[in-house]
T-cell receptor
């Protein structure tokens, strides 16, 4: 069965600094990978996804992620953090087509 | 507005009771998924329906059940409620199976069991 591990349940960055949220996956077949963001008291919103093709994927709000098969990773980055980026971020994987398996989430704090 | 509608937004009920959560998927989406989100368990997949048929089951308790109706809306029924069932319940939808589409999530129903 496929699964994801998000390293670091809490990440704190300064405004303007690089954001790096880590996700490693486990899958016996080529996976589909996703990053979602959840703002307080809201549902999850899709940031970006990797299906096939280009391994560097660009998403909304300036975020991007790179699929590295050799490292089984799909880390999320943003060059310059904004205060509005403070939220919970979830990495997810599927290969069955039936359901997404989510990581435990990483809470991003952005300080002035 | 994501296009996935969940009602009610908040629900407070007593232990032992039964509640029904409702979800209307995004227009054109055939698959509906239910998830439970709690602080200790994270996001747990409960069940998926595709075009009215149960497609996959996750960590769904026997006290919980769901169905998808001909108009594609779905209901999650939670019975014999326990304090530990307090959580956020999300519905999500996708065009067919999730595949490379990902989900569109509703804003959730916050269930509090007292």
């Amino acid at each position: 069965a496929q699964s994801v591990t998000q390293l670091g349940s809490h990440v704190s960055v300064s405004e303007g600094a690089l954001v790096l949220l880590r996700c490693n996956y486990s899958s016996s077949v080529p996976p589909y990978l996703f990053w979602y963001v959840q703002y307080p008291n809201q549902g999850l919103q899709l940031l970006l996804k990797y299906t096939t093709g280009a391994t560097l994927v660009k998403g909304i709000n300036g975020f991007e992620a790179e699929f590295k098969k050799s490292e089984t990773s799909f880390h999320l980055t943003k060059p310059s953090a904004h205060m509005s980026d403070a939220a919970e971020y979830f990495c997810a994987v599927t290969n069955s087509g039936y359901a997404l398996n989510f990581g435990k989430g990483t809470s991003l704090l952005v300080t002035p | 507005d994501s296009g996935v509608t969940q009602t009610p937004k908040h629900l407070i009920t007593a232990t032992g009771q039964r509640v029904t959560l409702r979800c209307s998927p995004r227009s054109g989406d055939l698959s509906v998924y239910w998830y439970q989100q709690s602080l200790d368990q994270g996001l747990q997949f409960l069940i998926q329906y595709y075009n009215g048929e149960e497609r996959a089951k996750g960590n769904i308790l026997e006290r919980f059940s769901a169905q998808q109706f001909p108009d594609l809306h779905s209901e999650l029924n939670l019975s014999s409620l326990e304090l530990g069932d307090s959580a956020l319940y999300f519905c999500a939808s996708s065009p067919r199976s999730v595949g490379g589409y990902g989900y569109t999530f509703g804003s959730g129903t916050r269930l509090t069991v007292v």
